[in-house]
C-alpha cells in the first residue's frame, strides 16, 4: 500500500522569507502524481501544485515550486517570499496513474505559520 | 460556476441517531469521493464512486454508508454503528479518464452529543 509521510507538524516562517516543507512516500509504482494541497483556516481544500513522477522537471507555480527526487521518494514544497496569506495546513497527496481504483493518499498535514 | 457543495456546514445530533452529508458537484466528474479529517490524522477516506450505482470502501468504512443514484449526488450517512463520528467530512470529486487531481467541496462540521 501507498503511504505518504510529513513528519514535521508544524513550521513557522517570517514574511517574505522562504521555508520548505517534507514529504516522503512509498510506493512501488513507476507512474504517479503527487500533489500539494492547502487547507487555510476556511477549510476549504486547494490544490496548490502537481508534479507527474515521469517528468524530470519540478513543477512551479507562481511563488511555489517543488523539489522532486524520484529515487528518494522525496516530494518537497517551496514558498518563496513567504505572504500572511500563506499560513494554513499543507497536505502532501499520492496518487498512481493506472489502476481501476486510483485514489487520493494523504499525508497527515503540516501547520504553516507566517510571522509578520 | 462549477463545484462541489457539501451541505450543512455545520451539523449536530444526538448519539444514536443516523444522520446524512450531502454532497452535490455539476462538474460533471465521475469519480467521487468522501474523506474524513481528524486532528493530527490528515485525510482518511471513507468511501469512493468511480460510477452510478457502485462504490467502493475506502480506509475506514465501518459505520458509515453512501449511494450513488446520480452522477451529481454522493450522499454519506453516518450510522449509529460509527463509534466516533465526530469529526470534520469533505467530499470531493475528480474525472476519471485521466484521474489526476481532486476538487473539494467546503466540508460538513459534525459534532454528536
Known amino acids: 500500500a501507498q503511504t505518504v509521510t510529513q513528519s514535521q507538524p508544524e513550521m513557522s516562517v517570517q514574511e517574505a522569507e522562504t521555508v520548505t516543507l517534507s514529504c516522503t512516500y512509498d510506493?512501488?509504482?513507476?507512474?504517479?502524481?503527487l500533489f500539494w494541497y492547502k487547507q487555510p483556516p476556511s477549510r476549504q481544500m486547494i490544490l496548490v501544485i502537481r508534479?507527474?513522477?515521469?517528468?524530470?522537471q519540478n513543477a512551479t507555480e507562481n511563488r511555489f515550486s517543488v523539489n522532486f527526487q524520484k529515487a528518494a521518494k522525496s516530494f518537497s514544497l517551496k514558498i518563496s517570499d513567504s505572504q500572511l496569506g500563506d499560513a494554513a495546513m499543507y497536505f502532501c497527496?499520492?496518487?498512481?496513474?493506472?489502476?481501476?481504483?486510483?485514489?487520493?493518499?494523504f499525508g497527515k498535514g503540516i501547520t504553516l505559520s507566517v510571522r509578520p | 460556476d462549477g463545484g462541489i457543495t457539501q451541505s450543512p456546514k455545520y451539523l449536530f445530533r444526538k448519539e444514536g441517531q443516523n444522520v446524512t452529508l450531502s454532497c452535490e458537484q455539476n462538474?460533471?466528474?465521475?469519480?467521487m469521493y468522501w474523506y474524513r479529517q481528524d486532528p493530527g490524522q490528515g485525510l482518511r477516506l471513507i468511501y469512493y464512486?468511480?460510477?452510478?450505482?457502485?462504490?467502493q470502501k475506502g480506509d475506514i468504512a465501518e459505520g458509515y454508508s453512501v449511494s450513488r443514484e446520480k452522477k451529481e449526488s454522493f450522499p454519506l450517512t453516518v450510522t449509529s454503528a460509527q463509534k466516533n463520528p465526530t469529526a470534520f467530512y469533505l467530499c470531493?470529486?475528480?474525472?476519471?479518464?485521466?484521474?489526476?487531481?481532486?476538487?473539494f467541496g467546503q466540508g460538513t462540521r459534525l459534532t454528536v452529543v
Open positions: 470531493a470529486s475528480s474525472r476519471l479518464n485521466p484521474q489526476i487531481e481532486a476538487f
Open positions: 510506493t512501488s509504482e513507476s507512474d504517479y502524481y
Open positions: 508534479q507527474e513522477a515521469y517528468k524530470q
Open positions: 497527496a499520492y496518487r498512481r496513474v493506472f489502476g481501476a481504483n486510483s485514489k487520493l493518499t
Open positions: 462538474l460533471n466528474h465521475d469519480a
Open positions: 464512486s468511480q460510477i452510478v450505482n457502485d462504490f
